[in-house]
């Protein structure tokens, strides 16, 4: 498959995005984390690409000031915010919601310790993102999940098991992952309000994760929870970041959005009581040139992960059929029904590891249950590494199923 003659490609976009870049030795999460040199590494949620060149002079600029001092964020930050998701989303955000931090998952954290106390549950979509689940406990609440169910390669809703869960009189806040991680779901407007109505008729508040928002297939649209309608704005605290999508993780820069004052003042109090109310010079910096000058960049950028994932289809459906792909509508991981191998997640993730030389993520980190029988991929990667992480699975893993097949007749 040749997706590099396709009519949606670029020749300028793909220098964007097929240049490989050493990062092993760099102090890279991603790379540092394996010690065999060998391994290919299509695990955490961290992009392979360069960042856009806008970002790039932006940060270059803020380097060569040479004083790095306390920062004190500019008016022009909240006017890249408000501009950016005005145009792209068409969500009208007053700049007084807005409170920066470090991080999503720190953002999060201070936003359940806000709105919650110890004891409280905390409704969340299974399989889930894994730091939602530490992020729960570590507030002393606890964690009540309603799974997901996966119909005709997707997952949709449970909505009588999510009804049944805000109806419990001890649940007071739902942790929504819209676009979903690790499911690739890109929600739709109608499921968002259906939503909001469930959790509004039994008093629960949503807490919105919107970090891969960005990151939206073609064919697909992306709606913040808080733009369907008056109703879903009043009820929610929305959690946003260019991080994901513009891959800047590591200049730590997120924000939280409430239209809501009193949850608002409560959450501002407690982002000061965790200390993560100060961000880095960088950050502030890099955000504004991700939504001023970046777009294009972002638009490419799609389009090369949306290619990457239908080279992922086409040579999975020829060569291990047998692994079901989940429909991938948003962000870069793509969630794999690994069961014809006849090994769990966990075992799987470690025989690719130690013999295919390939890390991935094992489904039971977002789920003891629902995750038991899947792997995620991450295929945010120029596209020649990507196939070569793809074919050391497929060659451990085809060994796997044909044994599993003889083992079912016999």
């Known amino acids: 498959m040749n997706i590099n003659n396709d009519k949606n490609t670029d020749c300028r976009h793909n220098e964007w995005f097929d240049t490989i870049v050493r990062r092993r030795g760099s102090g890279s999460m991603k790379w540092d984390a394996a010690a065999d040199d060998d391994v290919i590494p299509m695990w955490v949620a961290d992009m392979d690409f360069v960042a856009a060149p806008a970002i790039r002079e932006a940060l270059r600029r803020r380097v060569e000031h040479g004083i790095y001092g306390y920062e004190q964020v500019p008016d022009s930050y909240y006017d890249a915010i408000v501009r950016w998701f005005d145009r792209r989303h068409d969500w009208h955000i007053d700049r007084q919601w807005i409170i920066y931090t470090s991080g999503v998952v720190p953002a999060l954290s201070a936003t359940i310790k806000a709105l919650t106390i110890p004891g409280d549950n905390v409704l969340i979509q299974s399989p889930a993102y894994n730091c939602f689940f530490s992020s729960i406990r570590n507030q002393g609440c606890q964690i009540l999940e309603t799974a997901l169910i996966r119909q005709n390669g997707r997952y949709v809703m449970d909505w009588q098991d999510f009804e049944a869960k805000c109806a419990e009189e001890k649940t007071t806040l739902f942790v929504l992952c819209n676009p979903h991680n690790p499911t690739g779901r890109v929600w739709t407007p109608e499921e968002l309000r259906k939503m909001n109505d469930i959790c509004m008729k039994h008093g629960v508040k949503v807490v919105s994760d919107e970090i891969h928002c960005e ?3 073609p064919g697909h649209k992306f709606t913040p929870f808080a733009a369907v309608s008056e109703e879903c704005e009043r009820n929610v605290v929305t959690l946003n970041s ?4 513009f891959n800047i993780a ?14 608002r003042r409560r959450i501002d109090r407690i982002i000061n009581i965790f200390e993560v109310c100060d961000v880095n010079p960088f950050g502030p910096a890099a955000l504004e040139a991700a939504y001023n000058e970046s777009e294009e960049w972002l638009d490419a950028l799609n389009v090369y992960i949306s290619d990457n994932y239908r080279w992922l289809l086409e040579y999975f459906g020829r060569e291990v059929p047998q692994l079901k792909v989940t429909s991938l509508e948003g962000t870069y991981l793509v969630w794999v029904d690994i069961s014809a191998t006849g090994l769990d997640s966990t075992t799987l993730a470690d025989r690719l590891l130690h013999d295919g030389h390939v890390m991935i993520s094992a489904g039971t980190m977002y789920g003891q249950t629902t995750g038991r029988d899947f792997i995620r991929i991450n295929i945010a990667c120029p596209r020649k590494t990507m196939i070569e992480g793809l074919q050391r699975i497929v060659a451990t893993i085809k060994p796997l199923i044909a044994k599993n097949q003889l083992m079912i007749k016999h």
């Open 215 to 217: 990151l939206v297939m």
């Open 242 to 245: 260019p991080s994901k999508s």
């Open 250 to 263: 590591g200049l730590q820069i997120a924000n939280i959005i409430c239209r809501n004052d009193e949850w």
